[in-house]
């Protein structure tokens, strides 16, 4: 069984790209896969989440005085909107501490109208525009908590990372955990699909209680974790609590469902080429196949299912969608 998401031009297929996902249920039971299960890819920021979590458990949080909010911004991979900015802004200034301690890098919104207005009146993009200044907010939170030095934060062998690490070892059960450097700079892991799917059916699965906060403020405030337009705030807002998801890059996705029937499932994606532009209808289809989607919410998420393509002239000439053979 494999997803291929086709690029449609007209009526003919112009292009194809595979998608491998994997879904396991409450017992650990693959209930769904595409490809390779085992298939060994890295977490990117679908591990965002996880990286709340210790931050949370730490207590971190609380001595910060972080609230779900702030909380939903350390899971984020925002798009440097207003709302974004200032959340994150808030962190930083809670701590005592100025934007240059973030460790992060700087690039401009990713939401284009945030990004034209900052263009066009000439002003320079901040770490706090960076889709992760949420998480290096948290992680700068951690070091503060830990009583250790601000500087290196980002290092693999700085104390924070190890207590992240810690606890993602505590969630697998693995032992040893191969890792690079992520797009901001701090270490992200490489798991296999099987393993990233355990970890947000875990997510669901309220055992922990620094994940569940971590989720519940996913679902309080949807819109800081991604932004306008983004599937991961509409997805959340449509399923109103009963799903959370969180992209990452090079198109790798984790979902959390909330099941009447199955209890907590868990389910990871990768598109194999790296193309974001299948990675939503190949998650929806997913979804859609697994009986997770109501009719309701198929309908308010139509437009993440089957991706109209436009030219210059905004005249709609083919669309992407996604098909299970």
């Not at 959340?87 to 690039?107: P, Q, R, W």
């Amino acid at each position: 069984m494999l997803i291929n998401c086709r690029v449609k031009r007209g009526k003919h297929v112009e292009s194809i790209h595979s998608v491998y996902a994997v879904a396991v249920d409450a017992s650990g039971e693959i209930i769904f896969s595409s490809g390779d299960p085992n298939y060994y890819t890295c977490f990117r920021s679908a591990f965002k989440p996880f990286q709340a979590a210790a931050v949370i458990r730490s207590g971190a949080v609380a001595r910060a005085g972080f609230s779900k909010k702030h909380i939903a911004l350390m899971c984020a991979s925002h798009r440097g909107e207003k709302k974004h900015v200032e959340t994150a802004k808030e962190m930083i200034n809670s701590l005592g501490l100025s934007i240059d301690a973030y460790e992060c890098g700087v690039h401009y919104p990713s939401d284009q109208f945030s990004r034209r207005e900052m263009v066009q009146k000439k002003r320079p993009a901040l770490a706090l525009h960076n889709n992760c200044s949420g998480k290096h907010a948290g992680m700068l939170a951690l070091a503060r908590h830990l009583g250790t030095t601000v500087d290196g934060y980002i290092k693999k062998d700085h104390p924070v990372q190890k207590n992240i690490f810690s606890l993602l070892k505590e969630y697998t059960g693995l032992d040893k955990i191969s890792t690079s450097i992520d797009g901001c700079s701090a270490p992200t892991p490489f798991l296999t699909l099987t393993e990233m799917a355990n970890l947000y059916q875990i997510f669901g699965s309220s055992r922990f209680q620094e994940l569940n906060l971590a989720y519940d403020s996913m679902v309080r405030f949807p819109f800081l974790v991604s932004g306008t337009g983004g599937f991961d705030t509409d997805f959340i807002k449509a399923l109103k609590g009963k799903a959370v998801t969180k992209i990452g890059g090079e198109a790798i996705r984790g979902v959390s469902v909330r099941s009447p029937d199955r209890g907590s499932v868990g389910i990871a994606l990768k598109v194999l080429d790296g193309n974001f532009r299948a990675l939503s209808p190949a998650t929806m289809k997913v979804l859609e196949h697994l009986g997770f989607l109501s009719d309701s919410e198929k309908l308010s998420l139509k437009n993440h299912s089957q991706i109209p393509l436009k030219n210059h002239n905004d005249i709609t000439i083919g669309l992407i969608d996604a098909t299970i053979d």
